[in-house]
């Protein structure tokens, strides 16, 4: 017997919501901006199937908390937003509007932000620019495929307006993103 009463808050609130988010065909601009995305994605195919081998065979997430990585670190256990792609790339997403810096939690090691050659100590926040199209990421030093994660930044260059500084070419409020849509 269908139960109506569950039915209509499970169809108000269920599934994809792309009216909610901005989305990657939202202008040309976020389109180029993703597109660059899936070309550092596909660049960094050693290390995902690298990742994935290990999630195979031990069963450890691919995308996981950074207690998991690391367990003595009590910090690590309170950090909410952020997470660990693997043993050696940190992500920390933007999910708010507006904004255009992060603070992160580094835990213990040494990391490098993975758009310029900044070094960081762990067990600290740090604070970092994240403009849209370079999201805050770290990785660490002692990684076997540091080498390839150092070559990001300049294979993959944020594509800029032509302004001095290197200002995005996706310039405004990320809340207002989804209501201009090129023809």
Partial sequence: MHNASLSLPFLIFS???PQANVQFYTNTDIE????????IFVFISNYTKAVVRENAHYGVPAQRPLFMEFPDDVLSWSVVYQYMFGPDLLAAPVIQPNVTTMHVYLPPGSWRFIWDTVDY???QF???????????????KSSPFADMFSQIQTKFPLQTDGVAGGVPIVIGRRDNLS?????
């Fill in 179 to 183: 209501t201009h849509v090129e023809p």
């Fill in 32 to 39: 180029k901006q993703f597109g660059r995305l899936s070309q």
């Fill in 15 to 17: 599934g994809n919501q």
């Fill in 126 to 140: 740090v604070t970092v620019p994240a403009p849209i199209g370079k999201p805050p990421a770290f990785y660490r």
């Fill in 121 to 123: 100590l762990g067990n």
